[in-house]
C-alpha cells in the first residue's frame, strides 16, 4: 500500500528546513576554518597584556597575593610540561614563541591548561596565567546567531509558501463543484500570476459545462413538450374509434400513450430543476402534510410524523416537486409501510420518505440519482425515465442541501432530503 501524498506546503517547508540545516553546517564548517586563526591571534595578545602586568607588578616587588588578585600564578619552578590537546593551545603557544624571543614556555594541565612563562629579568620564577580558550564561547555565540536567524528564515519561508499554496487549497476544494459548472471561487489579490490563470481557465470550463447542460436542457424539454401535442391526439383519436377496436388493443394503446406522456412530463420536471424560482417562507410541515394526503391512496397510506410547524426559506414549488417525487417513488417501487417525517438535526432538516419495499442493490446506491439509471427495473412495470431521483437531487443542490439513500437495517429504503436552515436575512 503507497504511503499518502504530501502537501504542496508540508514539501515547501521541509525543503526550507533543509536549506537552512545545510546553510547552518557551511556556516559551521567555514567558522571552524577561518575562526581559528583570528581567535588563536586574539587569546595571545590577551595573553601578552596579563604577562606584561605580571612582569610590572614583580619588577615593583609586589607580593605574590597582588597577583593573584589578577587570576595570575607566581612560582620558582613551573608544574610538569604536557604537551596541549588543544589545537587553540599549540597555535596560541607558537605565536607567543614568535612575539616573546628569548622567554621559555609551556603548558600544563588538561581540564583548566595554564601558560608558564618565564619571568622577565631580574625577577625570578615562573608566571602562570590561566588559558582562556576563546574560540568556544565565539562559536556558541555565531551558533546562536546563525540558528536564531535560520528559525526567522523558516517562519518567514513559511508563511510565504501558505500564501502560495492557499488559492491551490481552496481551487482543490471547489474542483468537484467546478466539474458540476459552478464557478470558482475569487482568490486573493495577493495569488501568484500561475493561479490567477489557472483560476481564469477553470471559470471558463465552468461555463461551458452549464452552457452545454442548458443546451442539454432545452433541447430534452422542447423534445418533450412538443411531443405531448401529438400524443394528446393519438389519445383522442383512440376515444374516437373505440368502439371498433379490440378493448385489450385499446387498452395497451392508452397505457402506452399515458406512460409516454407521464415521461413528457418527467423530462419537462428535470429540467425545471428550480434554479429561476425566487425563495419565500415556507412551512415544510404543512407541504409534508398536503402531500402524504395527495399520495395517500388505497392500501398506501402515509404515516406522518413531523411537528406543527416547520418555517424554512425555500423555493415553494421546486421543493414541492422533490418531496413528491420521493413520495411517488416509494409507492411505485416499495410497498407499505409508507412512513414522512421531518425532524431538525442541528442547523439543518430533515425530510425522510421511508417505504418497507425491497429496497436497492447496494453497489447501486452510489449511483442513484445519476439521470436516466433506474434502481431495478425489474420490480415494477411501469415506465420510467429515472429522473425523479436526479431531479430531486439537483433541487437540493440549488438550496444548499443533499439528498441521502439508504437501504433500512430492518428492511426498506429511505430518502432523505437534507436543506439547511437559514434565517430571514438569506
Excluded at 146 to 161: E, G, K, P, Q, R
Excluded at 212 to 232: G, N, Q, Y
Excluded at 398 to 411: A, E, S, T, W
Aim: include cysteine; glycine fraction near 8%; proline fraction near 6%.
Amino acid at each position: 500500500m503507497n504511503a499518502p501524498a504530501s502537501g504542496l506546503f508540508t514539501r515547501l517547508v521541509w525543503l526550507l528546513i533543509g536549506t537552512a540545516c545545510l546553510v547552518l553546517v557551511i556556516a559551521v564548517f567555514a567558522l571552524r576554518i577561518t575562526g581559528a586563526g583570528s581567535a588563536a591571534d586574539y587569546t595571545a595578545r590577551v595573553l601578552i597584556v596579563q604577562l606584561a602586568s605580571a612582569d610590572a607588578l614583580l619588577q615593583e616587588g609586589r607580593s605574590d597575593a597582588a597577583l593573584a588578585a589578577l587570576g595570575i600564578e607566581h612560582r620558582a619552578s613551573p608544574p610538569a610540561r604536557r604537551e596541549p590537546n588543544m589545537p587553540l593551545a599549540r597555535h596560541v603557544r607558537d605565536v607567543l614563541h614568535a612575539r616573546l624571543p628569548g622567554r621559555n614556555m609551556q603548558i600544563s594541565g588538561l581540564r583548566e591548561p595554564m601558560l608558564w612563562v618565564s619571568a622577565q629579568e631580574p625577577s625570578q620564577g615562573w608566571i602562570g596565567i590561566p588559558f582562556v580558550d576563546l574560540r568556544a564561547p565565539l562559536l556558541r555565540s555565531t551558533l546562536l546567531t546563525v540558528l536564531i536567524s535560520t528559525l526567522v528564515v523558516v517562519l518567514i519561508a513559511a508563511a510565504y509558501a501558505r500564501s502560495l499554496t492557499r488559492p491551490l487549497r481552496r481551487l482543490a476544494d471547489a474542483a468537484p463543484s467546478v466539474v458540476a459548472g459552478t464557478p470558482p471561487p475569487e482568490l486573493p489579490g495577493s495569488a501568484a500570476r500561475e493561479l490567477v490563470e489557472l483560476n481564469a481557465a477553470l471559470g471558463m470550463a465552468a461555463a461551458d459545462v452549464r452552457r452545454a447542460a442548458r443546451e442539454r436542457d432545452v433541447l430534452l424539454a422542447a423534445i418533450s413538450h412538443d411531443l405531448r401535442t401529438p400524443l394528446a391526439r393519438l389519445r383522442l383519436g383512440l376515444e374516437l374509434s373505440s368502439a371498433s377496436i379490440d378493448p385489450s388493443l385499446h387498452g395497451g394503446l392508452v397505457a402506452d400513450i399515458e406512460a409516454i406522456d407521464a415521461l413528457s412530463a418527467q423530462f419537462i420536471a428535470y429540467v425545471r430543476d428550480g434554479s429561476e424560482e425566487a425563495a419565500s417562507k415556507v412551512d415544510l410541515a404543512s407541504l409534508l402534510r398536503d402531500l402524504a394526503a395527495l399520495n395517500d391512496v388505497a392500501g398506501r397510506a402515509w404515516e406522518v410524523k413531523a411537528p406543527d410547524k416547520m418555517p424554512l426559506t425555500a423555493k415553494p414549488m421546486a421543493l414541492r416537486r422533490a418531496i413528491d417525487n420521493l413520495m411517488r417513488n416509494a409507492i411505485r417501487h416499495g410497498a407499505s409501510p409508507f412512513r414522512a417525517s421531518l425532524m431538525v438535526t442541528g442547523n439543518e432538516v430533515r425530510c425522510a420518505i421511508s417505504d418497507g419495499g425491497p429496497g436497492v442493490a447496494e453497489h447501486l446506491i452510489p449511483r442513484l440519482g445519476e439521470p436516466f439509471l433506474r434502481g431495478n427495473e425489474a420490480r415494477s412495470d411501469a415506465i420510467g425515465s429515472g429522473l425523479g431521483l436526479a431531479s430531486t437531487r439537483r433541487i437540493a443542490t440549488q438550496h444548499g442541501g443533499r439528498l441521502v439513500l439508504r437501504n433500512l437495517p430492518g428492511g426498506g429504503f429511505e430518502a432523505t432530503l437534507v436543506l439547511p436552515l437559514r434565517d430571514d436575512k438569506h
